[in-house]
């Protein structure tokens, strides 16, 4: 089929899932819970075989069947200098002069053979893809640097390993943004180049991308299906390769009541795939920290309350694995690791997870206690506020504190903080403060006045 008739065909779809009288999915195509994860390799540099041991087996606690290792070779921005960092023992060219980092190889194939964990390996990534996607030769030489990476790893590991060592990760991100919209040839030839190696090394190892979706500063609904169409049909795809859009919740490109329609536009461009690839979801269990922008929530995510990133409550990832769960067949998240793991977050969250699991995917709706022992102090520094930790079933989230009705500010349990308290550097007489307690799960206390 010629890439319009297809272009036609998937804009006919669209347009007809979006019909009030359009019929809804008949059944879910996946339980609305998590089987994988990313986890960037910066992370893990430092970790031994025992923390990777500790980590694989909260993994496999969590239900996870396969492990995404982010890019093992990062090429900063040509501003910069240009240095490539690796997190692997490599004997690639292009790579000799690279800043070495550790190994996150080795190591994580090691603990995830032994735990039954699948892997895809991440390859090269580089800093100027947010700013040239595939404009010019750089991009091309990143795909080619990927292409030695894979055989090299290959080389080292395939028979060692080769049940943890699953299938290959193509790291630069591809979205609907104009940059990567207007190179899409130039991105295209790269991904084709990797798969070409891929086939030359080992043909039966899947490839993996996850592009996003962006509201903002970017192709609005109907240009982005047809340009995904004409992706799908211009990549060399193979049986049992996988697609898995990461829905840009957490990094709030995608605002949460547009999830159904960005499911929409892939599900229709997928389906113009003559390959019989998966399509899989990547749903985001974390809240992004956005400066303050002048245009905030026009041409870029609305602020936030937040000066780092930080865990997302059950009530709003569940409702991101609930939507996907209608169109795709698999779900991964980014990122147990980083804010689900016990061994690294409030495990208030993970066990909150395992309840909703073990409870036929129904999330608890029990309100933690009220904080007791609120007190106003005044000190040096301003007025303290203070109170004891709020008795929760699974454990509390974060303390979110008003004055006079607006925010002040927020205390994360998400960061192991044992003093409960936050001062107001600018008190003024007569001012009304309130607290809130929010659980994992997204039930909250109410606001209480403290006196």
């Known amino acids: 089929m010629f890439t319009f008739t297809k272009m036609i065909s998937a804009v006919t779809a669209f347009i007809m899932m979006l019909l009030p009288s359009a019929a809804q999915p008949e059944e879910k195509k996946c339980s609305p819970e998590f089987t994988g994860t990313f986890i960037q390799s910066w992370m893990t540099a430092s970790w031994d075989d025992e923390r990777w041991a500790e980590e694989a087996e909260n993994m496999k606690k969590a239900g996870i069947e396969y492990l995404v290792l982010q890019s093992l070779a990062d090429k900063a921005y040509k501003k910069d200098g240009g240095q490539w960092k690796v997190y692997y023992d490599t004997d690639v060219e292009a790579l000799a002069e690279a800043t070495y980092m550790g190994d996150c190889l080795e190591p994580a194939l090691k603990a995830c053979q032994e735990a039954g964990i699948k892997v895809f390996v991440g390859l090269s990534m580089f800093d100027d893809f947010w700013s040239e996607a595939g404009i010019g030769s750089l991009y091309q030489d990143v795909c080619r640097v990927a292409g030695d990476m894979m055989e090299d790893i290959y080389t080292k590991y395939g028979e060692k390993y080769k049940e943890s060592l699953y299938g290959w990760y193509y790291t630069p991100e591809i979205s ?17 180049h990797i798969i070409d190696r891929i086939n030359e090394v080992d043909a039966s190892k899947p490839l993996l991308m996850s592009p996003f979706y962006s509201e903002y500063i970017a192709t609005g609904p109907v240009v982005t299906l047809c340009n995904y169409v004409r992706f ?3 990549v060399n795809f193979r049986d049992g390769d996988i697609f898995a859009p990461q ?5 709030k490109w995608t605002r949460e009541k547009s999830l159904e329609l960005t499911w929409k536009i892939y599900k229709a461009a997928f389906d113009t795939c003559d390959a019989d690839i998966k399509l899989w979801a990547n749903c985001e269990n974390f809240d992004g920290a956005i400066a303050s922008e002048i245009l905030g929530g026009a041409l870029s995510p609305k602020i ?9 409550t059950l009530d709003r990832f569940v409702r991101q694995m609930d939507v996907a769960s209608e169109y795709a067949e698999n779900i991964i998240t980014f990122s147990y690791n980083h804010y689900y793991s016990p061994s690294n977050v409030n495990p208030a969250f993970i066990n909150t997870y395992y309840d909703y699991v073990e409870n036929g995917y129904v999330l608890e709706n029990e309100a933690p206690e009220a904080p007791e022992n609120l007190k106003l102090t005044q ?3 301003g007025t303290e506020i ?9 454990g509390i989230a974060y303390y979110r504190l008003e004055k006079d009705g607006e925010f ?7 960061y192991g903080t044992e003093k409960n308290c936050l001062v107001d550097e600018n008190p003024s007489a007569g001012s ?5 307690a929010v659980d994992a799960a997204g039930n909250s206390t109410g606001k209480i006045t403290i006196n």
């Open 232 to 234: 799908f049909d211009k």
């Open 432 to 436: 009304v403060y309130t607290i809130e």
């Open 379 to 381: 000190t040096e520094n």
């Open 304 to 312: 936030t309350e937040y000066k780092s990133n930080i865990t997302a």
């Open 386 to 394: 203070s109170w004891d930790e709020a008795e929760d079933n699974f």
């Open 408 to 414: 002040l500010g927020r205390v994360d349990k998400y």
């Open 247 to 251: 829905d840009a919740i957490g990094a």
């Open 176 to 192: 609907n943004g104009f940059l990567c919209q207007f190179t899409l040839s130039g991105i295209i030839k790269g991904i084709n």
